[in-house]
């Protein structure tokens, strides 16, 4: 006859699934950032179906046009429809904040894993890194984007390789700090491999800090295209972004401020939610902040 353990199951949630759920209870604002993120990404991945026309659209006869039932948010000087050009925009804001995020973390892991465990490493790469840092982020994007010609691709190379550097830095500092732990102490006590120890026993408690640092740098990387989108130096004026449909307004302010007025607002919700969730994200992974709530 068998016998049956009374008594309730395990919990199968992990502590950090409970950490983020604890986190954003907490933080409202971080959830509203979740859902306003979501929701632009929506907005970017249908704009072909939510779009009302083609956003290069030209028509001479309906050149600035107030917001009304057939321009939502009125035509440019060219009667181009605003609304389907910011709708469109937003894929162009995302992609190259996500891509930035994405390509910043991995080659800013890759490198401060590294730098942060092998001395005459970090003697070299540090150095290079404080001349990058040296320079902000938005006169070495402006550099580089002179150097080579307008496209998507090239602004989020140009911004990756300003905002790496900050990237290295801070694995850096974790490494420095998780090599002096005394299990990887043992590791290396052990006869153990340099890649085995990174992999094994560093790089998984870089992972956090890393992925709150991923939202700041999108965040930043969505305003620098802008940017360099508004001064003429990030992408071709055939590609609606928000920073040129700006840049394009800018002479007509006065006259038709509402050019202006929806891109803005665009933007700036979009990096709002990104540094909101961001915030929620930091106070979930901190354990110091979880046991101070």
Known sequence: MTSIALGNPAPSVSPTWLR?????RRHPTAIIGAVVLMLMIFIAVFAPWLGTVDPQAVSPLRRLKPPSAEFWFGSDMLGRDVYSRVIYGARVSLVVGLAVALLSILVGLALGLVTGFI?????????????LMSIPPVLLAIALMALTKASIENVILAITL?????????????????????YVEAA????????????????????APLLVQGTFVCASAMITEAILSFIGAGTPPNIPSWGNIMAEARSLFQIAGYLLLFPGICLSLTVLAVNMLGDGMRDALDPRLARRM
């Open 20 to 24: 983020f759920r604890d986190a954003f």
């Open 119 to 131: 001395r005459w490493v970090d003697a070299i790469m540090m150095r290079i890194m404080d001349g």
């Open 162 to 182: 300003a905002e790496v550097p900050r990237v290295v830095r801070l694995v850096r500092s974790l490494v420095l700090a998780l090599r002096e732990e005394p």
């Open 188 to 207: 290396v006590a052990a006869g153990t491999s340099l890649p085995r120890i990174l992999v094994r026993h560093i790089l998984p408690n870089t992972v």
